[in-house]
């Protein structure tokens, strides 16, 4: 059930039922049965989402590749596509693209504040540049990687209420002319279409987020590189089912002062047992 | 199809409509009044952005100071900064405003870059940094999206605008907030569809107040180089050139005033 908690496991039993010892090892033991039991729980939960991951992306950038589809053709451009910023990591992503030149910039990411895509995350404000060859902004030598060196680009943030979440790029209209404001207004229709379904799908939640939030919250801040591992290493790609991982351990919040001291220690235990984990934090955005 | 939001009301078939094509409540003021004969000799410009490049050749060796908003135990303050743009769009906006005004001196406070995701915070200090410098005239192709920040930013407004400064401001053309554009005490600023930097239209209906020239752009960019650009962001910066040039025409002339006469230049609806 839990190996690793093996040597960690108290000596329960009625040898000296009547020290004061036992009473408090009795103690100490429910607490540490409390923590055994989150610990299940985090496990459950975690296997879960590896198996949300592997299902839910699919679904959730099937949503987005149909935007960036539509707004291909509709402003009649050769390549679209989308960028979604990711907190735990802080950077952009590109998760989809429409028309065959766009497709190898899936999966590459970037820093907000840098290239187009960056910036216009950063600032929230759409912009169109034409002449990109003489645009330093332009990181050629990404774009060069992805195989495709657009002449002209469109980027507008997505965003609504709540913030931004990432950007809708389009590249090169088929005329060969600049894209113009109303190209820019089209492809702000598409970023809101994107953005209402990335948010009815949950795909920008960031998951990490909530659950280093109640992690930090019952841990303390002293402990936020702790729980930085914990999190890379339990999320890895992060998915709308990493909530319930996240409401289980928001609940843990109610417990007594000695059992979140022994989930401080279940924190310790499993960034040992997270080697991996670790690592990752220590180089982030590799 | 239509154009943003907020361009709306300053594009062609649409320019005749509504109260862009009111009569204008009094005369026009010819140009010539307003801000003939000046160069913006005497003022400062305050560019909040990415930075401006102390060595552009569009910059004509007009930038004075350069800071920037870094976080220390994160708190934001302002330190100095090395005359750098390190994304080229604050250079493109210094450039423009230079271009329009080319004796007034620029101070470039830099909130964006990749080290720096122009947080609200960051962005508030910085507008707080330059009202408190005096500086005449602020140049704000950037709005943050922090109903949060609401209050504090609509303080600032205010204290800039009782304190004779003028904050221009890029409308943002994504729904929500977004401020300080969207307050009365700013000039708020969107790009019109006609190439020609000298033609700006005045919309009486709020929240975004004038049009100007955004779409195509030639600008200055970073190392040296320039660009070709279309956006809100730089529809801003030529409104605030020539609110320093009526800034400068007219010395101790108001926030309100210089926006009064900035309408009764603006070009009829009717003239492009």
Known sequence: MSPGRAGGRPSRGPRNPASTAAAARSAAADARSTAAAALAVLKAVTARVDTAARLEPAA?????????????VLIRAEAASIALHDPATDTLTFRVAAGEQGQGVVGLSIRPGDGVAGYVFATGEPLAI???????????????QTGYVPRSLLAVPL????????????????????????DMDAASVFARQATIAIRATGLERSTAALLRE???????????????????????????????????????????????????DLLDALVRRTPRAASRYRAPGR | MTVPTWS??????????????????????????????????????AVIDSGIEVNHPAIGGRLVQSVRVELADGRPVVVGDDGQDVVGHGTAVGGIIHSIAPAADLVSIRVLGPDNRGKGEAFLTALDWAIGQGVSVVNLSLSSK?????????????????????LVSAANN????????????????????VRDPSVWFYNPEPPVEFGAYGIDVSVAWRAGGRS????????????????????????????FETKALLAATANDPDER
Request: glycine residues 10%; charged residues 20%; proline residues 5%.
């Open chain 1, 60 to 72: 959730g950038d099937a949503i987005l590749r149909s935007v960036v589809d539509a707004a291909a």
């Open chain 1, 130 to 144: 034409g002449e990109t060859t003489v645009d330093p902004r332009f990181r050629r030598a990404a774009a060069e």
């Open chain 1, 159 to 182: 965003a609504d209420d709540a913030g931004t979440m990432g950007v809708l790029e389009v590249l090169d209209r088929r005329d060969g002319a600049p894209f113009d404001l109303a």
């Open chain 1, 214 to 264: 109640a992690l930090l919250a019952i841990a303390g801040g002293e402990r936020a590189t702790d729980v930085e591992a914990l999190v890379t290493g339990l999320t890895r790609e992060l998915e709308p089912a990493t909530w319930a991982l996240a409401d289980a351990v928001a609940r843990v919040r109610d417990a007594s002062p000695e059992q979140i001291d022994l989930v401080i």
């Open chain 2, 8 to 45: 709306q009301a300053f594009t062609a078939g649409n320019r005749g409509l509504g109260r862009l094509n009111r009569r204008r409540p009094f005369g026009r003021v010819e140009r010539e009044a307003a801000f003939g004969g000046v160069d913006g000799s005497g003022l400062t410009v």
């Open chain 2, 146 to 166: 922090s109903e949060a920040l609401y209050a504090d930013f609509h303080a600032l407004a205010d204290r800039a605008y009782f304190s004779n400064v003028l």
């Open chain 2, 174 to 193: 994504v729904p929500g907030p977004s401020y300080p554009s969207l307050f009365a005490a700013v000039v708020s600023v969107a790009a019109h569809d």
């Open chain 2, 228 to 255: 070709v650009v279309t956006g809100n962001s730089f529809a801003a910066p030529h409104i605030a050139g020539v609110a320093t040039l009526i800034r400068s025409k007219h010395p101790g002339i108001s926030p």
